[in-house]
């Protein structure tokens, strides 16, 4: 039995389909004491790369992974102990580190993903943690749950929390005829009583935001907070990215417009471009997506702005920017009087996944305790 | 919803789905149904390798045994097409296109040039290729130099389930004449594939693997024996690009032509035989249009010029292996 003070750090799963990580950077060296949340290294996958925070405290007393080694999820990187234990208990905690063999884990878990009918047909979504209130995360136009796979186990320590395909997106229904932004929180609010929510604190990116605070409008005992992120709904101007991303057909065409989503371009890994081409290739998408496009953002210009009837939440309402936000300007963050604004540096429109840590701890701590 | 589903099913699926979404699409074959004239089960075989099993009770009157005779139901088919049908015919093995040479390259290839453009001919004929399966010199030749060759027909060749069902739906929609080259290695490989219907525009090639030291352009069974060569070769510090052409009439040379500039490198593997194949085709283009970004002599990795042999060990020593290709990469990397 190896000493229960010793406790390791191993490679994380970011998201369902993650198998192995590359570390390219630790932040921290042996010898540091380490607080719960703190980003200790740097891991890249073949989706994306970003820092990870870790999950517990103590000293790192070894850092086991070296950088630029691919390693499978949930192999030993690094070992936090106090300082008493002695350095020989821990070279035999390394030495016998058992990885927990690949899958067990996700069948303890239960199905990873679950599906709810709607009048517009099946929607996925997936469910993390059991305790607190519940959260909903909305993502925005062409993205999908997995756009959550920094976010959904960090909120899901202390909230209940669910990401939901919208019709039209990810492996939901590609049924969505006469798309408008009521159809879609129509969805949502229908996703709610199958999934047994009465009230939540909404998170929504971009059109996820609209549908947000749209929800908010329609009925309002259904929101708790709502967390807007590089929100739609809050004025009219609008970037060229949602015509781009729908007119695009190839590789060649996408990579581009997907790397005005990020600050960091080289975030944009052939793995990320391949999956979105993928789906857009899904039958029934292309019409669904142009759809929806024109109906909220034709002409490059946002044709809702739900935020006038909601503007007696703003006590409940928070908002986070990426400061480079190239597809809805930042400017927005100012539409929403009295509600709290957050504008994180080195940031683009997917600020959510470029600073997760720190949109996180946005996050829990607008939920409250 | 993705899943993992063999390159098999993924062919199967495409065919039911796309007889599904249109009426105008049905099969004919040697034994795709595989019981017709006898006592016994209408749906006995399903194909030889049973990739068509279970389409003929979904989709009645539309599963169409057909004569020992290629000459005649290729033919049929091409007629069929040319008249607003889009029929998907089975070669069994595409070895046996020499009997429809007249049909495909002289007739369904030429009709919309000859037609001032007014006549379409829609049709599929989908076979099975490539060495490895010990089924001797007549039934194991990577014919798809042959192919290419013609103008006015396409030529798709999957590595991977994924690809099969995107590229054999997309074959089926178009409105020329396609030949859909299934390796026979790869019916039980597994990749994910969605449950949905999904089409895979022609003439993009998929970059399989990124690499800055050289680039390989291959396609089919030869995409797996070169990402084992990339991984042995990375042990040794070699970053290579791998390139599955997927279709090769047309070709996507433009994806070819950027790597080739970024690497300086070029090996082509083809398991087709080395004379006028896919591999001199791509090295002439790129020794004309990107010479000047070439640090070294371009590379062919292809089986010797000779039949597949019978022989399981003369075989394996016909076809490619990870080992050669890693070898032709560092001969390009020795200067």
Redesign the interface.
């Known amino acids: 039995m190896s000493d229960p003070r010793i406790v390791p750090i191993v490679m994380p799963k970011w998201g369902l389909s993650m198998k192995e990580g590359t570390l390219t950077s630790w932040l921290v060296q042996p010898g540091k004491d380490i607080k719960a949340g703190e980003p200790i290294l740097e891991v890249e996958t073949d989706k994306i790369a970003g820092e990870f925070q870790s999950t517990d405290s103590g000293l790192l007393r070894r850092a086991v992974g070296i950088v630029g080694t691919t390693y499978p999820v949930k192999a030993l990187l690094g070992v936090l102990a106090p300082p008493e234990v002695p350095d020989s208990a821990i070279d035999e905690y390394v030495a016998g580190f058992v990885m927990p063999v690949a899958g067990e884990d996700d069948e303890d878990s239960g199905p990873k993903y679950e599906w709810a009918d709607t009048s517009l047909g099946k929607v996925?979504y997936a469910k993390r943690g059991e305790s607190g209130d519940a959260v909903i995360l909305i993502h925005g136009f062409g993205g999908d749950l997995d756009n959550w796979l920094f976010n959904i186990d960090a909120l899901a320590e202390k909230n209940t929390v669910y990401a939901l395909d919208l019709p039209g997106h990810g492996?939901s229904t590609?049924n969505l005829p006469n798309p408008s932004l009521n159809v879609l929180t129509k969805s949502v609010s229908e996703f709610m009583k199958e999934a047994g929510i009465t009230s939540a604190h909404v998170v929504g990116h971009s059109m996820g935001g609209a549908i947000a605070m749209q929800l908010a409008a329609d009925d309002p005992s259904k929101v708790k907070t709502m967390s807007l992120i590089c929100s739609a709904g809050l004025g009219p101007e609008f970037g060229t990215y949602v015509s781009d991303y729908v007119a695009a057909?190839?590789?060649?065409d996408l990579k581009p417009v997907l790397e005005m989503l990020f600050a960091d371009k080289s975030l944009v890994s052939?793995q990320l471009v391949d999956d979105v081409l993928?789906y857009k290739?899904?039958?029934?998408v292309e019409p669904a997506l142009k759809a929806l496009a024109e109906a909220l953002f034709g002409g490059n210009k946002q044709h809702d702005l739900p935020v006038k009837a909601v503007a007696n939440r703003a006590g409940d309402t928070q908002i986070i920017w990426g400061k480079e936000d190239q597809i809805i300007p930042v400017a927005h963050a100012n539409n929403f009087p009295g509600a709290k604004v957050h504008v994180l540096e080195s940031a683009g429109h997917m600020v959510f996944m470029e600073k997760a840590n720190d949109v996180n701890a946005l996050l829990k701590g607008h939920f409250g305790a | 919803m993705a899943r993992n589903i063999s390159m098999r099913q993924a062919i199967n699926e495409a065919l039911d789905q796309e007889m599904t979404r249109d009426p105008s699409v049905f099969i004919m074959g040697e034994d795709i149904a595989g019981g017709a004239g006898g006592q016994g089960e209408d749906d006995a075989w399903g194909g030889p390798l049973g990739v068509t099993k279970g389409l003929f009770h979904k989709h009645p009157g539309r599963v169409l045994d057909t004569p020992l005779s290629e000459s005649a139901f290729v033919g049929a088919a091409i007629g069929a097409a040319a008249c607003g049908m889009r029929p998907v015919a089975e070669l069994m093995f595409l070895d046996f296109m020499g009997v429809c040479f007249d049909q495909m390259f002289n007739q369904a290839a030429k009709f919309k040039y000859m037609f001032g453009g007014k006549a379409q001919t829609p049709v599929v004929i989908r076979g099975m290729v490539g060495a490895g399966f010990r089924a001797a010199a007549q039934h194991s030749q990577m014919l798809t130099p042959l192919f290419t060759h013609i103008p006015g027909l396409k030529v798709v060749c999957p590595s991977n389930a994924y690809d099969a069902k995107g590229l054999l739906i997309q074959s089926i929609r178009d409105n020329d004449p396609v030949i859909f080259c299934e390796h026979k290695v790869l019916y039980p490989h597994e990749s994910d594939v969605p449950a949905e219907s999904y089409a895979i525009p022609f003439g993009e090639a998929n970059v399989v693997r990124e690499g800055k030291d050289a680039t390989i352009v291959t396609y089919g069974m030869m995409v797996h024996r070169s990402m084992d060569a990339a991984k042995e070769l990375a042990k040794s510090g070699i970053e290579v690009e791998v390139i599955d052409l997927r279709t090769l009439s047309p070709i996507d040379m433009d994806t070819v032509l950027d790597s080739v500039e970024r690497t300086g490198r070029l090996v082509c593997v083809d398991e087709a035989t080395p004379r006028c194949s896919i591999a001199a085709d791509v090295s002439a283009v790129v020794s004309q249009e990107a010479f000047k970004a070439l640090k070294s002599g371009i590379q062919m990795v292809t089986p010797p010029h000779v039949p597949v042999p019978f022989s399981p060990t003369l075989e394996d020593l016909y076809i490619p292996t990870a080992d050669t290709i890693a070898k032709a990469v560092r001969k390009t990397m020795a200067n």
């Open positions: 996925r492996q590609k057909e190839g590789r060649r052939r993928k290739r899904l039958d029934g």
